[in-house]
């Protein structure tokens, strides 16, 4: 037996097997690397300059934003080879571009002075041909390649946003909460002998009056978002600052509407948890977890108390100690508009 | 004396001209900060034009340059109003007037600029009981000028603010911007990260009206 043959049965038996890459993947390898490398140098160099602006107490709160980063294949070889990589694999998958380019950047990247820079999560690099892109390389130009020898196929360019503000960390909850109109602001006091830092009003913000007709009778409330319309709601305070009305019925679930703002538009939907639905003026059976849009116009209407596991059918008799009525009006947000003073004659 | 801004001026309006004005006299130090009303359509246009007029050095006193800019504003943009904040520092020391509802602050950070900043001086705002302004400059009323004076001693930070950011950014949060400046000198980018922090802190706290931050440092060696 050969000594050549002797080490392929030593390879089989251990089981691992060696796949040869094709040419693309050698190629994907090497400018993988090199890109990686480009990009980095590039987005510290734009870091780098835009740094000296600022103060370092300044960078320790916040960071940059990668806005661009522009790639320029060095000759017209290996911008043919990449146009072929990229097209070859968009035609597979139309995402490769982005899920690429999100492997040749970092999450984040910081400088020695303690500023950062932070790609957005659907940052997608830009490939620019320049003039050089289109021309081969004499042989000459061949050997530009870098003080330690390695060839240079890209030039690539970086252009940064910012600073922003870092965030503090907060739980997810708090933080959609406080996306909400209506949640609570904490504003600490100032530590201050001298003057007042003026009155503080929270801007107008939309509400909605409740009107509900139940076991009570006929009762009204003027509420701010988010709320939670359903049985004893009033009795759950929430620490977060939804509002909540209670409804004293007999068929009527715990938490029966929710009801909220999201960019100046008022929605509302049944939980999940939610037993029993509703029915609208209108005849439409709301589902559950479906978001319905409250008109800002018209008084909206619910008939509680709908089972739809036995068809959804309300007695001819039915009485509101019973079937709740819960009626929607969205109180309109003041204006904001600053009025002109007028002499009071 | 050495004196550096930063600004960031009608963050909410969207492509629009906006209905806040902010002029800086780099050569003068004078600063100025006006707040259109925004029922009335030329209101952005007469802030713009007062913040330019009274960001100019003038020889007459205030009382007396505001009477008359008030009757040229009447005659140039009639049914329309605004705020005025205005900031001179010179050797004599620093000068702050205003008439509307906009925010005017001045902190110092004493003890040769060891101690932490505090707010010694906040003008006067022209409100009633709706939060409406009493008074603006080119309105119907147009009485009072407030006026305050500091002497030329130490680091002082003024923050101004249109009405919207004013009344969103709580008093934690603008110190807690504030304290940011140390005791070196800032730079201009400084000043206008902080404005556009403060102004973003109150478009995410619901703020819809334009929103106007400028800051100014200012250092008597």
């Not at chain 1, 602006?53 to 934003?65: A, Q």
């Not at chain 1, 929607?328 to 002499?343: F, G």
């Not at chain 2, 952005?44 to 008030?70: C, I, M, N, Y």
């Amino acid at each position: 037996m050969k000594l050549k043959d002797l080490f392929s049965m030593t390879r089989s038996s251990t089981g691992v097997e060696t796949f040869q890459s094709s040419s693309t993947d050698a190629f994907a390898d090497s400018i993988a690397l090199e890109l990686r490398a480009v990009a980095t140098a590039a987005i510290k160099r734009a870091l780098e300059e835009r740094e000296t602006r600022y103060m370092k107490s300044v960078l320790d709160e916040s960071y940059f934003v990668l806005e661009s980063l522009v790639v320029t294949p060095r000759d017209r070889e290996i911008a043919k080879s990449l146009d072929a990589f990229l097209s070859v694999h968009e035609a597979v998958d139309s995402g490769f571009r982005h899920k690429f380019f999100q492997q040749i950047v970092q999450r984040e990247y910081r400088s020695s002075r303690g500023s950062c820079v932070r790609v957005p999560e659907t940052f997608e690099a830009t490939i620019q041909l320049g003039a050089d892109s289109l021309e081969s390389m004499s042989g000459e130009e061949g050997f530009q390649v870098s003080l330690k020898g390695r060839r240079i196929s890209f030039a690539v360019e970086a252009s940064l946003g910012g600073p922003l503000k870092r965030e503090t960390v907060q739980s997810p909850v708090a933080k959609a909460m406080a996306n909400l109109t209506g949640a609570p602001s904490v504003r600490a006091p100032i530590a201050n002998p001298g003057a007042q830092l003026g009155p503080r009003d929270t801007p107008s913000a939309p509400s909605i009056d409740v009107s509900v007709s139940d076991s009570r009778g006929n009762t009204h409330k003027l509420v701010g978002l988010p709320l939670v319309i359903g049985r004893n709601s009033a009795n759950s305070a929430d620490p977060m600052g939804v509002q909540s009305v209670g409804v004293h019925a007999t068929y009527i679930s715990r938490s029966q509407i929710v009801v909220f703002e999201l960019m100046g538009t008022i929605y509302y939907f049944i939980p999940e948890g939610a037993s029993l639905t509703c029915v609208r003026h209108d005849g439409l059976i709301l589902e559950r977890q479906k978001l319905y849009q409250l008109a800002s116009s018209d008084v909206t209407t619910f008939r509680c108390g709908i089972d739809t596991n036995v068809g959804g059918v309300i007695p001819s008799d039915a009485t509101p100690a019973d079937f709740p009525v819960i009626h929607l009006n969205v109180h309109a947000a003041q204006p904001d508009k600053t009025p002109r003073p007028r002499a009071i004659s | 004396m050495r004196c550096v801004h930063g600004a960031t001026i009608n963050l909410n309006s969207f492509g629009a001209m906006g209905f806040d004005a902010f002029s800086a006299n780099v050569v003068d130090h004078i600063f100025t900060l006006c707040d259109g009303a925004n029922s009335c359509p030329n209101s952005g246009s007469a802030a713009t034009w007062l913040s330019e007029t009274f960001s100019q050095a003038h020889p007459d006193t205030l009382d007396t340059q505001l009477k008359v800019r008030h009757a040229q504003l009447c005659a140039l943009f009639p049914e329309t109003g605004s705020t005025l904040l205005r900031l001179a520092a010179d050797d004599g020391g620093i000068h702050m007037a205003s008439i509307g509802d906009s925010f005017l602050w001045l902190f110092q950070k004493p003890w040769g600029g060891f101690g932490p900043w505090r707010c010694i001086d906040q003008m006067p705002r022209d409100i009633d009981s709706k939060g409406h302004p009493t008074q603006l400059v080119g309105s119907e009323v147009c009485d009072i000028l407030h006026e305050s004076h500091h002497p030329p001693v130490g680091r002082y930070c003024a923050v101004m603010m249109s009405d919207g950011p004013g009344l969103s950014v709580s008093p934690a949060q603008l110190l807690e911007r504030v304290a940011v400046l140390g005791r070196a000198e800032p730079q201009d980018h400084d000043l206008a990260y902080l404005c556009r922090s403060l102004a973003l802190q109150a478009q995410k706290s619901g703020c819809r009206d334009d929103i106007s931050v400028a800051i100014v440092w200012i250092h008597y060696q």
